[in-house]
Structures are given as structure tokens and as C-alpha cells.
């Protein structure tokens, strides 16, 4: 993973302090996995995006500026990490992710974060798209349960089209050995 990047997809306080939403399904375990992710990938020199969702209105569960909208305190970046703010589902979409990740040698991108089925996925499709190897940390993403569909279900359901549309699924305790081992 010499040319790899982690994106940490907008991992909110938003999402776990029930003020506009009910709190994310497993918070314990995504924070602690995509902690598990942070560490290896500083450890092993892998650069880190970490991208925040820029929402308008007040009842907006991320409200740009709000302290839900801030990342979540167990996952602050650190001096000279990267953090993009997006208006879309994707990470791509009208920012400069591309470029960023261009001026980081990066050509595959490990995704990690919220919401499975929505900014996660979508940001792995516009990756593929644009010709990254994609890694989903398949233990790594939650989101919440919706339309009588469960919260497992639909993790399962957006690995699958993920691995589908081209991206590999691997658990974080598989990444972690591979993200250490960089040295950049």
C-alpha cells in the first residue's frame, strides 16, 4: 500500500449525541475501528484525508459550523492532516480531492466512515470511476437503519455492490498490517 491515502468519511459528533438524529448504529465499534485505521496509517506514514460533510440548516444533523458538524474528538486530525469539506455525497464532487490525493502520490484509497449506502459508496464509485483502486474497510462504515431494512443488511448490501463495481472489501485488522508496513 505504498501509494495509499485513508479517507475517514464524515465520522460527525453529529452522529452519535442524538440531538438531530438517533445515534449511529455501533458507534463504539466504527470509532474504534477507524481509530485502529488513524493509528496504523500514522504509524506507517500513509497520508489521511478527513472529509466533512457540509450541511445547511438548522435541524441539519451535520450543520456546517454546529458542534454536531465538528469530527468526532476520538478522531481529531492532526498537525498536517488533511481535512476536506464537501456539499455532496461524494468526496469528489465539487472539491479538490482529486488534486489533493494527486499531490499525495495516492493511487489507492482505503475508505472508512459514514453513511454506507451514501457517502461512502458514492465517494468509492466516483473513485473507481476516476481510476483508484478502492479498498472498503468492510468492518470500517455504518450508518442507520432505514425503510425497514436493518443497519447489517444495508452495511452488506453496499459492500456487495461495492465489490461488485470493482472495489476490494477487507476488515481492519487485515488494513492495519498493511498500513503499518508503509513507510512513504
Not at 452488506?156 to 476488515?171: F, I, K, M, V, W
Amino acid at each position: 500500500m505504498s501509494h495509499a491515502a485513508l479517507l475517514v468519511i464524515d465520522i460527525h459528533c453529529g452522529a452519535f449525541d442524538g440531538v438531530h438524529c438517533e445515534p449511529i448504529a455501533q458507534p463504539d465499534a466504527l470509532v474504534a475501528n477507524a481509530l485502529t485505521l488513524l493509528n496504523a496509517a500514522r504509524h506507517g506514514g500513509t497520508p489521511i484525508v478527513f472529509v466533512q460533510h457540509c450541511a445547511e440548516g438548522k435541524s441539519a444533523p451535520f450543520e456546517e459550523g454546529s458542534v454536531q458538524w465538528q469530527l468526532h474528538e476520538a478522531l481529531a486530525p492532526q498537525p498536517g492532516e488533511a481535512v476536506l469539506r464537501k456539499h455532496a455525497s461524494s468526496a469528489f464532487e465539487g472539491t479538490a480531492l482529486a488534486h489533493m490525493l494527486e499531490g499525495m502520490n495516492a493511487r489507492e484509497l482505503v475508505l472508512c466512515g459514514l453513511q454506507s449506502e451514501f457517502c461512502v459508496s458514492n465517494t468509492a464509485k466516483a473513485a473507481l470511476a476516476a481510476g483508484f483502486t478502492v479498498t472498503i474497510v468492510e468492518d470500517g462504515h455504518s450508518t442507520w437503519p432505514w425503510n425497514g431494512e436493518s443497519v447489517e443488511a444495508i452495511k452488506a448490501r453496499a459492500n456487495a455492490e461495492l465489490a461488485q463495481a470493482g472495489a476490494r472489501l477487507s476488515p481492519v485488522a487485515h488494513l492495519v498490517t498493511a498500513l503499518r508496513a508503509v513507510s512513504h
